[in-house]
């Protein structure tokens, strides 16, 4: 079927499932296929539930004629994806709809939040929902956007070369945003370089397409990787086109724009390391004309949530749980910002990092040395290569063993960082 007549299909029937615990009726199902699920054997129950349509790639045991058979399920998507991405290109009076695309070692799904954040208090903006960043995620977020879409914020995962590159031949990306090149999948990146090779495809395709970057000014690479975009927008603390500082980071965050916009924004976010995040935000908001109060008030009433930079209060105790994920970077920023942090007692449960390759024995080692530099009331490492090194500290082998020392010591006027990879589930300390 061509994909402009599967389109029309789509026109009819926008909502789109590939889980059948999911579906609802007129809902077009596509039978995706992965290492351990194979979606083309849940098509005749996707019809029995009711869907419009079933999109398959293999011969299935029944006929029906809701079977839609393709080539490659996810290549289709895709190209449907591009189809409809396609038509926000030339909307009415001639509009052309904005699609910015969002990548980075840390911090790009907050980011993401706050810039949506910003953005939907003047504009009909969409954006990825939660984590949904990856080859399946976000051709679904596209075909989420309807018409009367303004603005469009999509996110990019990565963990390999060429990956964002392929995300940019559906999403067609018009402005971009690196927040950040970090020790974030060493292993399928081949190092640091291979990160900013990796991450730096976005700019690539807007260099390419005449797009425009949001540039953290800050960050050298990040400048030396732009070179060659005419077209750049700063974000900074300094010599940029949004200039912020830390007016103050003791628990939240609070920043001071000074240029771009004349405004103090005292968000709910914890930890420095969030600055660029809240500038980025800024950035955008100034450059499409968002009112400086209502991105003062966006930003300032963004609550975090899923385990990033969250900050818990329980009994007498206060918690940062920033759980979600982990990498050298980011728990290298993390632990700097909780030592800043005025405490008498502070106990730190840190989870094994993930996908660093043959790194991850010299990175595991390097987050000890910097645990060691500081005073702490109590130290739990949890899985991962933390096994496989020589520390001082407590160990387990999960997160639940974990919880079951935290109950015991029953702490009280206690600061606690929680964080860890997303498959050491750190969260757990708390359930």
Same mark, same amino acid.
């Given at each position: 079927?061509?994909?402009?007549?599967?389109?029309?299909?789509?026109?009819?029937?926008?909502?789109?499932?590939?889980d059948?615990?999911?579906?609802?009726?007129?809902?077009?199902?596509?039978?995706?296929?992965?290492?351990?699920?194979?979606?083309?054997?849940?098509?005749?129950?996707?019809?029995?539930?009711? %869907?419009? +349509?079933?999109?398959?790639?293999?011969?299935?045991?029944?006929?029906?004629?809701?079977?839609?058979?393709?080539?490659?399920?996810?290549?289709?998507?895709?190209?449907?994806?591009?189809?409809?991405?396609?038509?926000?290109?030339?909307?009415?009076?001639?509009?052309?709809?904005?699609?910015?695309?969002?990548?980075?070692?840390?911090?790009?799904?907050?980011?993401?939040e706050?810039?949506?954040?910003?953005?939907? !208090?003047?504009?009909?903006?969409?954006?990825?929902?939660?984590?949904?960043?990856?080859?399946?995620?976000?051709?679904?977020?596209?075909?989420?956007?309807?018409?009367?879409?303004?603005?469009?914020? @999509?996110? =990019?995962?990565?963990?390999?070369?060429?990956?964002?590159e392929?995300?940019?031949?559906?999403?067609?990306?018009t402005?971009g945003?690196?927040?950040?090149?970090?020790?974030?999948?060493?292993?399928?990146?081949?190092?640091l370089?291979?990160?900013?090779?990796?991450?730096?495809?976005?700019?690539?395709?807007?260099?390419?397409?005449?797009?425009?970057?949001?540039?953290?000014?800050? +960050?050298? +690479?990040?400048?030396? =990787?732009?070179?060659?975009?005419?077209?750049?927008?700063?974000?900074?603390t300094?010599?940029?086109?949004?200039i912020? !500082?830390?007016?103050?980071?003791?628990?939240?965050?609070? %920043?001071? @724009?000074?240029?771009?916009?004349t405004?103090?924004?005292k968000?709910?976010?914890?930890?420095?390391y969030?600055?660029?995040?809240?500038?980025?935000?800024?950035?955008?908001?100034?450059?499409?004309?968002?009112?400086?109060?209502? @991105?003062?008030?966006?930003?300032?009433?963004?609550?975090?949530?899923?385990?990033?930079s969250?900050?818990?209060?329980?009994?007498?105790?206060?918690?940062?749980?920033?759980?979600?994920?982990?990498?050298?970077?980011? =728990?290298?920023?993390?632990i700097?910002?909780?030592?800043?942090?005025?405490?008498?007692?502070?106990?730190?449960?840190?989870?094994?990092?993930?996908?660093?390759?043959?790194?991850?024995?010299?990175e595991?080692?390097?987050?000890?040395?910097?645990?060691n530099?500081?005073?702490?009331?109590?130290?739990?490492?949890?899985g991962?290569?933390f096994?496989?090194?020589t520390?001082?500290?407590? +160990?387990?082998?999960?997160?639940?063993?974990?919880?079951?020392?935290? %109950?015991?010591?029953?702490?009280?006027?206690?600061?606690?960082?929680?964080?860890?990879?997303?498959? =050491?589930?750190?969260?757990?300390?708390?359930?």
């Amino acid at each position: 079927m061509q994909i402009e007549n599967l389109y029309t299909i789509y026109l009819q029937h926008p909502s789109i499932q590939t889980d059948t615990r999911k579906i609802k009726k007129d809902d077009l199902f596509f039978a995706l296929k992965g290492e351990n699920f194979n979606g083309n054997l849940f098509a005749q129950q996707a019809i029995e539930l009711g %869907v419009a +349509y079933a999109i398959v790639d293999e011969e299935i045991s029944f006929n029906s004629p809701k079977i839609i058979k393709v080539n490659n399920v996810l290549q289709t998507l895709q190209a449907l994806a591009k189809h409809h991405r396609e038509q926000f290109n030339n909307m009415p009076n001639g509009r052309q709809v904005p699609f910015i695309a969002i990548t980075g070692s840390n911090g790009k799904t907050t980011t993401k939040e706050l810039i949506h954040q910003v953005l939907s !208090t003047t504009y009909q903006t969409y954006t990825t929902e939660g984590n949904l960043n990856n080859h399946i995620g976000i051709p679904l977020t596209i075909l989420k956007v309807k018409k009367d879409a303004q603005i469009v914020v @999509i996110e =990019m995962g990565a963990n390999h070369q060429k990956e964002i590159e392929s995300y940019c031949t559906y999403t067609l990306p018009t402005h971009g945003l690196i927040t950040n090149c970090g020790k974030a999948h060493l292993e399928g990146f081949g190092g640091l370089l291979g990160i900013r090779k990796g991450k730096g495809e976005l700019y690539d395709y807007l260099r390419a397409n005449k797009g425009k970057v949001f540039l953290m000014n800050d +960050y050298d +690479y990040l400048i030396e =990787m732009a070179k060659g975009i005419a077209a750049t927008f700063t974000y900074g603390t300094i010599n940029a086109d949004v200039i912020g !500082t830390i007016l103050k980071d003791d628990t939240f965050l609070q %920043v001071a @724009i000074s240029k771009g916009i004349t405004e103090t924004i005292k968000t709910q976010l914890v930890g420095d390391y969030n600055l660029p995040n809240v500038l980025a935000a800024v950035a955008i908001g100034v450059y499409f004309k968002v009112d400086e109060v209502k @991105i003062k008030t966006a930003l300032e009433n963004y609550t975090p949530s899923n385990s990033r930079s969250q900050l818990i209060k329980k009994a007498s105790n206060t918690i940062i749980l920033d759980a979600y994920n982990a990498n050298p970077s980011s =728990m290298q920023l993390a632990i700097e910002n909780f030592a800043k942090i005025e405490a008498d007692k502070k106990v730190l449960l840190l989870g094994g990092m993930m996908e660093l390759g043959n790194e991850s024995i010299t990175e595991h080692q390097a987050i000890v040395d910097l645990l060691n530099n500081y005073n702490w009331l109590n130290v739990v490492l949890v899985g991962g290569d933390f096994n496989k090194i020589t520390h001082p500290y407590v +160990y387990f082998d999960n997160a639940s063993q974990a919880k079951e020392w935290l %109950v015991n010591k029953k702490f009280f006027d206690t600061y606690f960082l929680i964080k860890g990879s997303r498959s =050491m589930q750190m969260e757990k300390v708390l359930a």
